[in-house]
């Protein structure tokens, strides 16, 4: 028999003890980190098979037009919810049918939200119906995982009427999340992008605790919510309304503006669109027909269409030429035609308007005119004048993703084209032709420049005294400001504007047609006006373009002529 002395038989006793307390010491610092280290954190995982948080939306600000119309709101939407917690992928086939969605479409809803935290709840059936609602109602009770949750929509009342004006809100991006700090719709785009953090406001918190039938039996505040601040632009919505009417079918835009302070009281391109398609997270095939949509209907054709400016573009060669010292009385012979170098320009007149002064040449719109006076001046005169008068060069305005134009120079030939700048090249740009790009938003405030006489205002909708816009005054012979108005006033007085004399109001002002890049004739050509009045005390400006509108007094003439009629029948509703 084994003695209890062999020393065999005590190291395995000892070993045994050892083996058992070793176990033992293992458990029982595995139950005292369990339950008092992690003690709290595993409570709050048990709690939350019955407790649920939920932001609590801010109500974004609303927008209002000049005459208090809300042209921004909300509305109470129905969405269902997805408790995260509870869900189960195996029940994701049950769930598709249920609330009558492709299983594909729901896997991919949820897959969106893979970056934001599972304790918040996600959407996946948006704004539904009343009828839907109670369907939904009568069944939730199988499906635990599911609750309705009311959301504040945004809501654009007059749709399409202001879309490129207001904007759009939609979901953060990944990198935008990050900044934000919690989730929640944002601007896009427009004013709702350019005032975001006005509007947004900040989501409150609120816990609900449910039972197992997902029946809400408490229900807690943690913060409330700070809504949004509302704000008003200078937006006149009946004048809004009557230009898109004018427009018709006609790619293009108008602005209207007032030339003393730069507010906008109208500002319409087309085609247009209805921004309440992206309040709305899964409106995808909408989404897709807006981007794909004939025309462009998402192009902000008024700050990021970019348009040979064409005789527009006149009033800044002769103010150019001011500035070098050629008089105003400077005449030149028009017989329909301009040879330089054995090249040949036309006029557009093909009779020849005769003998011209500075005054004729802008009344009449004479290309042989500005063909003279454009040598004259040169290529380095004319971008010097217009460099300081900003004219190519992005306006500011209260909108995001303004574009600025083109001032084409000799250097910038050179090194876009690798050619020479030649004679022929100025003689183009001296009529707002060749490689000269502006936006209609630069032309409007160009326009606005000379009926003020030297003040370059920041073009804005925001009203609001604790705002202020960039003006600068530039340094311009008031002189030479005041030949400008006098000759854009003899456009309409015996020019090539002549039909808006008949409008019991003093407009002055200068047409454009613009060729394209096809080089086409008639209806290829852009359709261009812009103007001012009243002549004596100007308040608004007036721009349009018409894409392929054909001559100046085919659309654009007409369009403006609407517009200035409607400011003569309605002061009131511009102060």
């Not at 170098?341 to 802008?362: D, V």
């Not at 160009?446 to 804005?460: D, Q, R, V, Y």
């Not at 060729?515 to 009243?534: E, L, M, R």
Request: proline share 5%.
């Amino acid at each position: 028999m084994w003695s209890e002395r062999n020393p065999l038989v005590n190291f395995r006793i000892v070993f045994f003890y050892v083996i058992v307390i070793s176990v033992f010491s293992v458990l029982f610092v595995r139950y005292w980190y369990l339950q008092v280290v992690k003690g709290d954190y595993y409570y709050k995982a048990s709690k939350e098979n019955t407790l649920r948080v939920l932001p609590l939306v801010a109500k974004r600000g609303e927008i209002y037009a000049l005459s208090g119309e809300k042209i921004a709101t909300y509305k109470p939407a129905f969405n269902i919810m997805l408790d995260r917690n509870r869900f189960k992928r195996k029940h994701i086939k049950k769930i598709a049918k249920f609330l009558k969605i492709k299983e594909s479409e729901l896997k991919k809803r949820i897959r969106k939200y893979s970056n934001i935290p599972r304790y918040i709840p996600i959407a996946i059936k948006e704004n539904v119906s009343m009828e839907f609602l109670a369907y939904f109602e009568a069944r939730k009770s199988d499906y635990p995982e599911l609750f309705v949750d009311i959301e504040p929509l945004r809501y654009y009342p007059y749709k399409d009427l202001l879309s490129h004006v207001l904007g759009y809100i939609g979901e953060p991006s990944i990198k935008e999340l990050k900044k934000l700090g919690e989730y929640t719709f944002i601007g896009k785009a427009g004013i709702e992008k350019e005032y975001d953090e006005i509007l947004r406001g900040k989501n409150g918190l609120k816990r609900l605790i449910v039972d197992s039938g997902n029946r809400l039996k408490e229900e807690k505040i943690v913060r409330q919510p700070e809504d949004g601040k509302n704000i008003t632009l200078s937006i006149i919505l009946p004048l809004q309304d009557l230009i898109k009417k004018s427009l018709g079918t006609y790619k293009g835009c108008v602005i209207v503006n007032n030339v003393n302070t730069g507010e906008i009281y109208a500002l319409y391109s087309n085609p247009s669109f209805d921004p309440n398609v992206f309040s709305s997270r899964f409106e995808r095939k909408k989404w897709k027909k807006l981007i794909n949509g004939q025309g462009n209907p998402l192009l902000n054709r008024a700050i990021r269409g970019r348009y040979s400016p064409g005789s527009i573009f006149k009033i800044a060669t002769a103010l150019s030429a001011l500035e070098k010292g050629i008089p105003p009385g400077t005449v030149f012979y028009c017989p329909g035609y301009f040879k330089y170098n054995g090249l040949e320009f036309k006029c557009w007149y093909e009779p020849g308007h005769g003998k011209l002064n500075m005054y004729g040449g802008i009344a009449h719109s004479c290309n042989v005119y500005f063909y003279n006076l454009g040598l004259k001046v040169g290529i380095e005169g004319i971008d010097k004048t217009c460099s300081k008068i900003e004219l190519c060069d992005r306006t500011g305005i209260d909108i995001p993703g303004e574009k600025k134009g083109l001032l084409p120079t000799p250097e910038w030939k050179r090194l876009a084209t690798g050619r020479a700048w030649y004679p022929g090249d100025t003689i183009n740009i001296s009529i707002g032709q060749g490689y000269l790009l502006v936006t209609p938003i630069e032309v409007a405030r160009f326009i606005s420049f000379i009926a003020n006489e030297g003040k370059l205002i920041t073009p804005h909708f925001l009203v609001s005294p604790e705002t202020s816009f960039t003006v600068k005054n530039i340094d311009v012979d008031q002189a030479y400001l005041k030949i400008l108005k006098k000759a854009m006033r003899k456009v309409v007085t015996s020019g090539t504007a002549v039909r808006l004399s008949f409008i019991d109001i003093k407009i002055a002002g200068k047409t454009g047609t613009a060729q394209t890049i096809s080089g086409g004739k008639g209806k290829q050509n852009n359709s261009w006006f812009s103007g001012f009045a009243p002549y004596e005390n100007p308040q608004i400006c007036v721009t349009v373009i018409a894409e392929r509108g054909g001559h100046s007094t085919d659309i654009a003439v007409p369009v403006a002529g609407k517009v200035f009629k409607f400011y003569g029948n309605n002061r009131e509703l511009f102060k």
